[in-house]
Protein backbone atom coordinates (compact mmCIF):
# COMPACT_ATOMS: atom_id res chain seq x y z
CA UNK A 1 0.00 0.00 0.00
CA UNK A 2 2.69 2.03 -0.06
CA UNK A 3 1.55 4.34 -3.46
CA UNK A 4 -1.78 5.79 -1.29
CA UNK A 5 -1.51 9.33 -1.62
CA UNK A 6 -1.98 10.09 2.03
CA UNK A 7 1.67 8.58 2.25
CA UNK A 8 3.01 11.70 0.63
CA UNK A 9 1.39 13.79 3.02
CA UNK A 10 3.80 15.43 5.27
CA UNK A 11 3.04 15.86 8.92
CA UNK A 12 5.34 19.15 9.19
CA UNK A 13 3.57 20.82 6.17
CA UNK A 14 0.24 19.09 6.26
CA UNK A 15 -1.01 20.50 9.49
CA UNK A 16 -3.78 23.75 8.78
CA UNK A 17 -2.02 26.51 9.91
CA UNK A 18 1.33 25.38 8.66
CA UNK A 19 0.00 24.90 5.33
CA UNK A 20 -0.80 28.48 5.58
CA UNK A 21 1.75 29.85 6.18
CA UNK A 22 4.00 28.21 3.70
CA UNK A 23 1.30 28.84 0.90
CA UNK A 24 1.52 32.56 1.93
CA UNK A 25 5.09 32.62 1.91
CA UNK A 26 5.41 31.27 -1.34
CA UNK A 27 3.30 33.71 -2.76
CA UNK A 28 6.04 36.69 -1.88
CA UNK A 29 9.77 37.33 -1.10
CA UNK A 30 9.29 37.69 2.38
CA UNK A 31 6.26 37.76 4.50
CA UNK A 32 5.51 39.96 7.88
CA UNK A 33 4.77 38.23 11.37
CA UNK A 34 1.59 40.42 11.39
CA UNK A 35 0.11 39.46 8.30
CA UNK A 36 0.39 36.02 8.51
CA UNK A 37 -1.12 36.44 12.05
CA UNK A 38 -4.60 38.39 10.47
CA UNK A 39 -4.73 36.89 7.12
CA UNK A 40 -4.32 32.67 9.60
CA UNK A 41 -6.23 34.61 12.37
CA UNK A 42 -3.60 33.53 14.88
CA UNK A 43 -2.91 34.34 18.20
CA UNK A 44 0.66 35.66 18.50
CA UNK A 45 2.24 32.90 20.38
CA UNK A 46 -0.05 30.02 18.21
CA UNK A 47 1.81 31.81 15.04
CA UNK A 48 5.33 31.67 16.84
CA UNK A 49 5.00 28.24 17.28
CA UNK A 50 4.02 26.93 13.92
CA UNK A 51 6.99 28.95 12.67
CA UNK A 52 9.37 27.54 14.81
CA UNK A 53 8.17 24.03 13.54
CA UNK A 54 8.84 25.36 10.17
CA UNK A 55 12.46 27.27 10.77
CA UNK A 56 13.49 23.50 12.53
CA UNK A 57 12.81 21.84 9.50
CA UNK A 58 14.64 23.98 7.41
CA UNK A 59 10.89 24.88 5.45
CA UNK A 60 11.16 28.96 6.40
CA UNK A 61 14.07 31.42 7.01
CA UNK A 62 13.20 34.18 9.69
CA UNK A 63 14.75 37.44 10.13
CA UNK A 64 13.91 40.28 12.72
CA UNK A 65 14.86 43.77 12.68
CA UNK A 66 13.39 46.96 12.57
CA UNK A 67 10.57 49.23 10.50
CA UNK A 68 11.38 52.58 11.73
CA UNK A 69 11.91 51.87 15.35
CA UNK A 70 9.30 48.92 15.39
CA UNK A 71 10.73 45.38 15.72
CA UNK A 72 9.50 43.47 13.08
CA UNK A 73 9.71 39.42 11.54
CA UNK A 74 9.56 38.33 8.03
CA UNK A 75 9.57 34.96 7.20
CA UNK A 76 10.48 33.63 4.30
CA UNK A 77 10.12 30.32 2.19
CA UNK A 78 13.29 27.85 1.41
CA UNK A 79 14.34 25.78 -1.57
CA UNK A 80 13.35 23.07 0.79
CA UNK A 81 10.36 24.70 2.15
CA UNK A 82 9.28 25.15 -1.38
CA UNK A 83 9.48 21.23 -2.18
CA UNK A 84 7.90 20.06 0.45
CA UNK A 85 4.95 22.07 -0.51
CA UNK A 86 5.36 20.94 -4.20
CA UNK A 87 5.13 17.04 -2.75
CA UNK A 88 2.04 17.94 -0.34
CA UNK A 89 -0.01 20.18 -3.38
CA UNK A 90 0.73 16.48 -5.36
CA UNK A 91 -0.15 14.11 -2.76
CA UNK A 92 -3.55 16.23 -2.31
CA UNK A 93 -3.86 15.97 -6.00
CA UNK A 94 -2.97 12.60 -6.08
CA UNK A 95 -5.82 12.05 -3.44
CA UNK A 96 -8.50 13.93 -5.13
CA UNK A 97 -8.03 12.27 -7.96
CA UNK A 98 -7.95 8.62 -6.49
CA UNK A 99 -11.52 9.75 -5.08
CA UNK A 100 -12.91 10.44 -8.22
CA UNK A 101 -12.94 14.15 -7.61
Known amino acids: MSDHPTN ?18 SESKRVEFGYLKDTLQLTGGNLSRHLTVLVDAGLLDMEKGYDGRRPKTWVSITRAGRQALADEVAALRALVTRLGE
Open 8 to 25: GLNDVVHQKHRLGILTIA
